[in-house]
């Protein structure tokens, strides 16, 4: 079992950053795989990042690149999210998720066992 919990969203005007942050705790972490997703109002859920707590090896979303960035601390357990440039279209409730050591089906939501409660980030123009 692994257990999430999120922070850090808030409300931001466009442009400005956010830095989101995952707690985890529970099974050996550097077996699993961390992302984040986001899900806004009427919309699906969809895959933001993922990180692979081992090596640090990531992937992003492409409305995403360059704007946000996916990272791991070891010594906190912890999973961030910094979010720079933010836009309008960022605004969603973002969720983090873990899954077994593997990028296969990474942007996947089915594909993930484990949930954080979610944090609302909210883009005003």
């Known amino acids: 079992q692994v257990q999430l919990v999120e922070s850090g969203g808030g409300l931001v005007q466009a442009g400005g950053s956010l830095r989101l942050s995952c707690a985890a705790s529970?099974?050996?972490?550097?077996?699993?795989?961390m992302a984040w997703f986001r899900q806004a109002p009427g919309k699906e859920r969809e895959f933001v990042a993922w990180i692979f707590w081992g090596s640090g090896g990531t992937l992003y979303t492409r409305s995403v690149k360059g704007r946000f960035t996916i990272s791991r601390d070891n010594d906190k357990n912890t999973v961030d999210l910094q979010m720079n440039s933010l836009k309008l279209e960022d605004t969603a409730v973002y969720y983090c998720?873990?899954?077994?050591?593997?990028?296969?089906?990474?942007?996947?939501?089915?594909?993930?066992?484990?949930w954080g409660q979610g944090t609302q980030v909210t883009v005003s123009s």
């Open positions: 998720a873990a899954k077994s050591a593997s990028s296969l089906f990474y942007e996947d939501p089915s594909r993930y066992p484990y």
């Open positions: 529970g099974r050996t972490l550097s077996e699993y795989a």
